[in-house]
Every structure is written in structure tokens, then in C-alpha cells.
């Protein structure tokens, strides 16, 4: 079975600085999918980004970027320029890409704070 | 709906009474997810439906746990005899199940607390 840990229980970062947020899975698929989910104080899980792991590429999507190291199974989120709208709790995430196991395995997150 | 929706949001209940939490998918997804998530915790996958039918009820903790889903749209996940350890937000999540980078999109959750 995957498993994804989080070691870092809580970071913090000032506003406008960059923080990057830690995450190992492990897996003996080649072919998978990663999220970075987003979760507010409102509970809504909302999509940062995503990774492909045919892909080499590392995803980027405005002000996220990952660092996708597929052979130590790392996949780290980088978050630049940290606004106060960044404070959440961040979730590591994978789904398999072949087979009926369809689900997303988390990890256990890590709560950002952002300071001014 | 533009959204994920679930119903309650919170929900206070005794210990030993049954309790049912619903979803309401975004429209024409297909793909709908069950999770629970204790405090201070990560996501807990419960149950996967695909269409009106469960390929994978791996994660429910126990055979108190049941869910169903009908039309292919709203589920309910029904909690018999609730215990405290039962306490715990469920998170309901829907995709268009075209292939496993589809975005799942969550909706916010049912707060359960067992008193």
C-alpha cells in the first residue's frame, strides 16, 4: 500500500518570503499522480497543484512550484512571495494511476502560518 | 450545483444513535469519495463510488459504517450506533473520473461530534 508522510508538523514564514513544505510517499508504481491540497479554516480542500510522474517537468501554477524528485520520492511544494491568504493547513496527496484503487492517499499536513 | 455540497454541517448526536450525513455532487461527476478526518489529523479514505456502485468500501472502520448512492448523484454515509471515536469532520469529494489526474473537489465537510 502508498503512504505519504508529512514531517513537518508546522512551518512558518513571513509575508513575502518563500517557504517550502516537505513530503516522501512511497510507492513501487511507476505511474502515479501527486496533489498539494489546500485546506482553510473553512474545511474546503482546494487543489494547489499537481504532478504527473511520467512527467520530468516539475508543475507550477503562479506563486506554487514543486519539487518533483521522482527516484527519493520527494515531492516538496515551494510557495513564493507567502501572503496572509496562505495560512492554511497543506495535504501531500497521491492517487494511483492504473488499477481499481482510485482513491487519494494524504499524509498528515502541515500547517503554515504566515507573519507579518 | 457549483459545488460539492453537504448537509449538515455540524451535527451533534448522542452516543448509540444513528446519524446520516449526505452529499450532493457537482453535476455529472461520477466519481464521488468518502473521508474522515480526526482533529489534528490527516484525510482517512472511506469508500469510493463509481456511478451507483462501491468498487472500493476498503476504508469504512467497521460494519456500523455503511454509504449508498443513488441516480448516480447524492450519497449518504450512515454512522449506527455512534461512538465518541466517531467524532470527526467527514469530507465529501467528487471528479469527473476521466483519468487519475482528474481534480477531486471537496466539499466542506460534516462536523461530527458524539456526546
Known amino acids: 500500500a502508498q503512504t505519504v508522510t508529512q514531517s513537518q508538523p508546522e512551518m512558518s514564514v513571513q509575508e513575502a518570503e518563500t517557504v517550502t513544505l516537505s513530503c516522501t510517499y512511497d510507492?513501487?508504481?511507476?505511474?502515479?499522480?501527486l496533489f498539494w491540497y489546500k485546506q482553510p479554516p473553512s474545511r474546503q480542500m482546494i487543489l494547489v497543484i499537481r504532478q504527473e510522474a511520467y512527467k520530468q517537468q516539475n508543475a507550477t501554477e503562479n506563486r506554487f512550484s514543486v519539487n518533483f524528485q521522482k527516484a527519493a520520492k520527494s515531492f516538496s511544494l515551494k510557495i513564493s512571495d507567502s501572503q496572509l491568504g496562505d495560512a492554511a493547513m497543506y495535504f501531500c496527496a497521491y492517487r494511483s494511476s492504473t488499477g481499481t484503487a482510485s482513491k487519494l492517499t494524504f499524509g498528515t499536513g502541515t500547517r503554515l502560518q504566515v507573519t507579518l | 450545483g457549483a459545488g460539492v455540497s453537504q448537509s449538515p454541517s455540524n451535527k451533534v448526536t448522542e452516543k448509540g444513535k444513528d446519524v446520516e450525513l449526505r452529499c450532493d455532487p457537482i453535476?455529472?461527476?461520477?466519481?464521488l469519495y468518502w473521508y474522515r478526518q480526526s482533529l489534528g489529523q490527516g484525510l482517512e479514505f472511506l469508500i469510493y463510488f463509481q456511478g451507483n456502485s462501491a468498487p472500493d468500501k476498503s476504508g469504512l472502520p467497521s460494519d456500523r459504517f455503511s454509504a449508498e448512492r443513488t441516480g448516480g448523484s447524492v450519497s449518504t454515509l450512515t454512522i449506527q450506533r455512534t461512538q465518541q471515536e466517531d467524532s470527526a469532520v467527514y469530507l465529501c469529494a467528487s471528479s469527473l473520473q476521466v483519468k487519475r489526474g482528474t481534480e477531486a473537489f471537496f466539499g466542506q465537510g460534516t462536523r461530527l461530534t458524539v456526546v
Open positions: 510507492t513501487s508504481e511507476s505511474d502515479y499522480y
Open positions: 453535476s455529472g461527476h461520477t466519481a
